[in-house]
């Protein structure tokens, strides 16, 4: 299986400019997570979905959109790039057992520059 | 949701038993406890989760105090591909995790 796929690896953006940033998982999860991680720092949440056709906010979802149209994919749409969005974009899902959610498995991230 | 604290960072010798500590002296009767870990460059990678109970598992076992009030994740025999961030998370229902900085482990040949 491939896992949860992200493309792509590296994108220099200038300000201003949008772009989607893709993600597909082939493990039929219903979950699936937007992180960003700034230099030195921890996993912030952006968005997530707990299956298709629905979405909602995580921690800092200014400047971002989502969808989900099907289970596998879910993409991050950046519309007006601002320097504050440099940084590196992780994919996530994950499905739900009996007793909670499975251990997320992560993509292999973006890479993202503004400037 | 409920806070954790973690040693920004620690060193081990390879082929050395590792112990990763974790305080959440808040922990809620749901929260279960959840470990991530991040190689460089990579996204993170689970590695293992528990409510009350140790748990084990083919990459680390996790001993939990028996307050709850704090864990530790073991790594029995440390190996250089070991060396990585490890999170400590706590969650009701593994949903909308928060990762914080973590412990850089260092392994020393």
């Known amino acids: 299986n491939a896992g949860v796929t992200q493309t792509p690896k590296f994108r220099i953006l200038k300000i201003g400019q949008s772009m989607t940033l893709q993600c597909t998982q082939d493990?039929?999860?219903?979950?699936m997570y937007w992180y960003r991680q700034d230099p030195g720092m921890g996993l912030k949440l952006i968005y997530y979905?707990?299956?298709?056709?629905?979405?909602d906010k995580g921690e800092v979802p200014n400047g971002y959109n989502v969808s989900r149209s099907t289970t596998e994919d879910f993409p991050l749409r950046l519309e007006l790039a601002a320097p504050s969005q440099t940084s590196v974009y992780f994919c996530a899902s994950s499905v739900y057992r009996g007793t909670g959610l499975d251990g997320y498995t992560f993509g292999s991230g973006t890479r993202l520059t503004v400037v | 949701d409920a806070k954790t604290t973690q040693p920004n960072s620690m060193e081990s010798n390879e082929e050395e038993p590792v112990h990763l500590p974790c305080n959440h002296s808040?922990?809620?009767?749901?929260?279960?406890i959840h470990w991530y870990r991040q190689l460089p460059s990579q996204g993170p990678e689970y590695v293992i989760h528990g409510l009350t109970s140790n748990v084990n598992n083919r990459m680390a076992s996790l001993a939990i105090a028996e307050d709850r009030k704090s864990s530790t994740l073991i790594l029995h025999r440390a190996t250089l591909r070991d060396a990585a961030v490890y999170y400590c998370?706590?969650?009701?229902?593994?949903?909308?995790?928060?990762f914080g900085t973590g412990t850089r482990l260092t392994i020393i040949p």
């Open positions: 493990m039929n999860h219903n979950y």
């Open positions: 979905s707990v299956g298709a056709g629905i979405t």
């Open positions: 998370i706590l969650s009701p229902h593994n949903e909308k995790l928060t």
């Open positions: 808040t922990i809620s009767g749901t929260d279960y």
